[in-house]
Protein backbone atom coordinates (compact mmCIF):
# COMPACT_ATOMS: atom_id res chain seq x y z
CA UNK A 1 0.00 0.00 0.00
CA UNK A 2 0.87 3.75 -0.85
CA UNK A 3 1.97 5.45 2.55
CA UNK A 4 2.76 8.91 0.48
CA UNK A 5 -0.30 10.32 -2.08
CA UNK A 6 0.67 13.27 -4.60
CA UNK A 7 -1.86 15.31 -5.22
CA UNK A 8 -3.14 16.72 -7.83
CA UNK A 9 -2.43 13.88 -10.20
CA UNK A 10 -1.39 16.08 -13.12
CA UNK A 11 -0.15 19.92 -13.14
CA UNK A 12 -0.04 21.99 -16.49
CA UNK A 13 1.08 25.60 -16.01
CA UNK A 14 2.89 28.41 -18.20
CA UNK A 15 6.56 29.10 -17.66
CA UNK A 16 7.54 31.29 -15.36
CA UNK A 17 4.93 30.39 -12.72
CA UNK A 18 5.13 28.84 -9.40
CA UNK A 19 3.99 25.16 -9.42
CA UNK A 20 3.30 23.57 -6.29
CA UNK A 21 2.73 19.79 -5.38
CA UNK A 22 1.46 18.37 -2.06
CA UNK A 23 1.69 14.90 0.01
CA UNK A 24 0.17 13.42 2.07
CA UNK A 25 1.06 10.12 4.42
CA UNK A 26 -0.53 7.80 7.04
CA UNK A 27 2.28 6.77 9.58
CA UNK A 28 5.33 8.41 11.70
CA UNK A 29 8.15 9.30 9.80
CA UNK A 30 12.00 10.01 10.28
CA UNK A 31 12.49 11.90 6.68
CA UNK A 32 10.37 12.95 3.56
CA UNK A 33 12.08 13.15 0.35
CA UNK A 34 11.10 14.21 -3.49
CA UNK A 35 12.26 12.81 -6.33
CA UNK A 36 12.12 13.44 -9.95
CA UNK A 37 11.63 11.44 -13.21
CA UNK A 38 11.70 12.57 -16.75
CA UNK A 39 10.04 10.87 -19.20
CA UNK A 40 11.66 7.27 -19.60
CA UNK A 41 14.03 7.87 -17.03
CA UNK A 42 15.14 6.96 -13.51
CA UNK A 43 14.14 8.63 -11.00
CA UNK A 44 16.45 11.65 -9.59
CA UNK A 45 16.86 12.72 -5.24
CA UNK A 46 15.49 16.39 -5.29
CA UNK A 47 15.57 17.31 -1.61
CA UNK A 48 14.98 15.48 2.27
CA UNK A 49 13.30 17.23 4.68
CA UNK A 50 13.47 15.37 8.59
CA UNK A 51 10.24 14.91 10.69
CA UNK A 52 12.47 18.25 13.18
CA UNK A 53 12.44 20.27 9.96
CA UNK A 54 9.70 22.40 8.81
CA UNK A 55 11.03 24.11 5.55
CA UNK A 56 14.16 23.45 3.27
CA UNK A 57 15.26 25.25 0.12
CA UNK A 58 16.84 24.24 -2.28
CA UNK A 59 17.79 26.81 -5.22
CA UNK A 60 14.17 27.33 -6.67
CA UNK A 61 12.95 24.31 -4.69
CA UNK A 62 11.04 24.76 -1.43
CA UNK A 63 9.84 22.26 0.73
CA UNK A 64 7.35 22.41 3.38
CA UNK A 65 6.98 19.43 5.82
CA UNK A 66 3.59 19.38 8.96
CA UNK A 67 3.99 15.93 10.86
CA UNK A 68 0.91 17.17 12.88
CA UNK A 69 -0.82 16.82 9.58
CA UNK A 70 1.12 14.33 7.70
CA UNK A 71 1.79 16.46 4.99
CA UNK A 72 4.42 17.74 2.68
CA UNK A 73 4.44 20.33 -0.50
CA UNK A 74 7.03 21.10 -2.93
CA UNK A 75 6.89 24.42 -4.87
CA UNK A 76 9.08 24.62 -7.78
CA UNK A 77 9.15 28.66 -8.31
CA UNK A 78 9.76 30.13 -11.81
CA UNK A 79 9.06 27.08 -13.84
CA UNK A 80 10.84 26.35 -16.60
CA UNK A 81 10.01 23.91 -19.43
CA UNK A 82 12.51 21.97 -18.43
CA UNK A 83 10.87 21.34 -15.17
CA UNK A 84 8.36 19.11 -17.05
CA UNK A 85 8.70 15.81 -15.24
CA UNK A 86 6.58 13.46 -12.61
CA UNK A 87 7.54 14.33 -9.46
CA UNK A 88 7.13 11.60 -6.38
CA UNK A 89 7.01 11.84 -2.79
CA UNK A 90 8.65 8.82 -0.40
CA UNK A 91 8.62 8.31 2.83
CA UNK A 92 10.44 5.71 4.92
CA UNK A 93 8.70 3.41 7.93
CA UNK A 94 9.96 5.50 10.67
CA UNK A 95 11.29 3.31 14.27
CA UNK A 96 14.93 2.56 11.83
CA UNK A 97 13.77 1.64 8.57
CA UNK A 98 15.27 2.45 5.50
CA UNK A 99 12.96 1.32 3.02
CA UNK A 100 11.10 4.11 1.02
CA UNK A 101 7.37 4.14 -0.25
CA UNK A 102 6.66 6.09 -2.97
CA UNK A 103 3.60 7.70 -3.97
CA UNK A 104 2.02 7.78 -7.59
CA UNK A 105 3.34 10.83 -8.17
CA UNK A 106 2.45 14.13 -9.75
CA UNK A 107 2.78 14.71 -13.78
CA UNK A 108 3.99 18.50 -14.27
CA UNK A 109 3.99 19.98 -17.31
CA UNK A 110 5.40 23.19 -18.09
CA UNK A 111 4.17 24.97 -21.24
CA UNK A 112 6.68 27.39 -22.79
CA UNK B 1 25.11 10.27 -9.81
CA UNK B 2 26.14 6.83 -8.46
CA UNK B 3 27.13 4.87 -11.24
CA UNK B 4 24.30 1.84 -11.93
CA UNK B 5 23.62 0.32 -14.99
CA UNK B 6 20.66 -2.17 -15.77
CA UNK B 7 20.71 -4.47 -18.16
CA UNK B 8 19.44 -5.60 -20.37
CA UNK B 9 17.55 -2.06 -21.12
CA UNK B 10 14.83 -3.69 -22.98
CA UNK B 11 13.67 -7.08 -22.93
CA UNK B 12 10.79 -9.23 -24.71
CA UNK B 13 9.71 -12.60 -23.51
CA UNK B 14 7.67 -15.56 -23.56
CA UNK B 15 5.06 -16.11 -20.83
CA UNK B 16 6.77 -19.06 -19.02
CA UNK B 17 10.29 -18.36 -19.29
CA UNK B 18 12.43 -17.49 -16.74
CA UNK B 19 14.04 -13.62 -16.91
CA UNK B 20 17.32 -12.26 -15.01
CA UNK B 21 17.31 -8.49 -14.75
CA UNK B 22 21.37 -7.28 -13.47
CA UNK B 23 21.57 -4.13 -11.68
CA UNK B 24 25.38 -3.38 -11.28
CA UNK B 25 26.73 -0.44 -9.22
CA UNK B 26 30.12 1.01 -8.55
CA UNK B 27 29.45 2.96 -5.58
CA UNK B 28 29.94 0.29 -3.14
CA UNK B 29 26.40 0.90 -1.41
CA UNK B 30 25.52 -1.32 1.33
CA UNK B 31 21.59 -1.81 0.37
CA UNK B 32 20.59 -2.27 -2.89
CA UNK B 33 16.49 -2.53 -4.54
CA UNK B 34 14.27 -3.77 -7.42
CA UNK B 35 10.87 -1.80 -7.47
CA UNK B 36 8.52 -1.90 -10.64
CA UNK B 37 6.86 0.94 -12.04
CA UNK B 38 3.02 0.68 -13.91
CA UNK B 39 0.44 3.28 -14.17
CA UNK B 40 -1.43 4.22 -11.81
CA UNK B 41 0.70 2.36 -8.93
CA UNK B 42 3.87 4.04 -8.65
CA UNK B 43 6.66 2.48 -7.58
CA UNK B 44 6.31 -0.57 -5.65
CA UNK B 45 9.41 -2.75 -3.53
CA UNK B 46 10.18 -6.47 -5.13
CA UNK B 47 12.96 -7.11 -2.90
CA UNK B 48 15.93 -5.57 -1.55
CA UNK B 49 18.87 -6.28 -0.15
CA UNK B 50 21.32 -4.88 3.12
CA UNK B 51 24.51 -6.79 2.52
CA UNK B 52 25.99 -9.65 0.36
CA UNK B 53 23.71 -12.84 0.58
CA UNK B 54 21.22 -10.52 2.72
CA UNK B 55 18.04 -10.14 1.03
CA UNK B 56 14.25 -9.90 1.88
CA UNK B 57 10.77 -8.93 0.37
CA UNK B 58 8.79 -5.84 -0.42
CA UNK B 59 5.76 -5.53 -1.05
CA UNK B 60 5.04 -7.32 -4.36
CA UNK B 61 7.52 -9.99 -3.79
CA UNK B 62 5.65 -13.07 -5.48
CA UNK B 63 7.11 -14.51 -8.49
CA UNK B 64 10.39 -12.87 -8.34
CA UNK B 65 13.51 -13.76 -6.40
CA UNK B 66 16.37 -12.07 -6.11
CA UNK B 67 20.73 -12.61 -5.19
CA UNK B 68 23.61 -10.76 -4.13
CA UNK B 69 26.82 -12.42 -4.36
CA UNK B 70 29.10 -9.27 -4.88
CA UNK B 71 28.26 -6.06 -3.27
CA UNK B 72 27.86 -4.39 -6.66
CA UNK B 73 25.47 -7.12 -8.58
CA UNK B 74 22.07 -7.51 -7.58
CA UNK B 75 20.11 -9.79 -9.78
CA UNK B 76 16.04 -10.14 -10.02
CA UNK B 77 14.90 -13.04 -11.30
CA UNK B 78 11.10 -13.73 -12.64
CA UNK B 79 11.05 -17.65 -12.11
CA UNK B 80 8.22 -17.81 -14.73
CA UNK B 81 7.04 -15.10 -16.62
CA UNK B 82 3.36 -13.69 -16.64
CA UNK B 83 1.76 -11.65 -18.70
CA UNK B 84 1.18 -9.09 -15.28
CA UNK B 85 4.80 -9.10 -15.00
CA UNK B 86 4.84 -6.62 -17.92
CA UNK B 87 6.59 -3.42 -16.32
CA UNK B 88 9.06 -1.28 -15.64
CA UNK B 89 11.54 -2.21 -13.10
CA UNK B 90 13.89 0.05 -11.69
CA UNK B 91 16.92 -0.65 -9.79
CA UNK B 92 18.09 2.01 -6.42
CA UNK B 93 21.05 2.07 -4.35
CA UNK B 94 21.71 3.56 -0.76
CA UNK B 95 24.72 4.36 0.91
CA UNK B 96 22.84 4.19 4.02
CA UNK B 97 24.86 6.60 6.90
CA UNK B 98 23.47 9.76 8.63
CA UNK B 99 22.66 12.27 6.18
CA UNK B 100 23.25 9.50 3.22
CA UNK B 101 19.36 7.85 2.78
CA UNK B 102 18.84 9.03 -0.40
CA UNK B 103 18.53 6.52 -2.92
CA UNK B 104 20.17 6.37 -6.55
CA UNK B 105 18.04 5.18 -8.87
CA UNK B 106 19.42 2.97 -12.29
CA UNK B 107 17.84 3.71 -15.92
CA UNK B 108 15.26 0.87 -15.79
CA UNK B 109 14.21 -2.12 -17.74
CA UNK B 110 11.45 -2.17 -20.22
CA UNK B 111 9.28 -5.96 -19.61
CA UNK B 112 7.29 -6.94 -22.06
CA UNK B 113 6.17 -10.87 -21.45
CA UNK B 114 3.80 -12.06 -24.31
Excluded at chain 1, 6 to 34: F, H, R, V
Excluded at chain 2, 5 to 22: A, C, F, I, N, Y
Excluded at chain 2, 26 to 42: A, F, I, K, S, V
Aim: proline share 3%; hydrophobic share 25%; charged share 20%.
Amino acid sequence: SQQGEEDPQALSIQEGENATMNCSYKTSINNLQWYRQNSGRGLVHLILIRSNEREKHSGRLRVTLDTSKKSSSLLITASRAADTASYFCATDAGAGSYQLTFGKGTKLSVIP
Amino acid sequence: DAGITQSPRHKVTETGTPVTLRCHQTENHRYMYWYRQDPGHGLRLIHYSYGVKDTDKGEVSDGYSVSRSKTEDFLLTLESATSSQTSVYFCATQKLARGQETQYFGPGTRLLVL
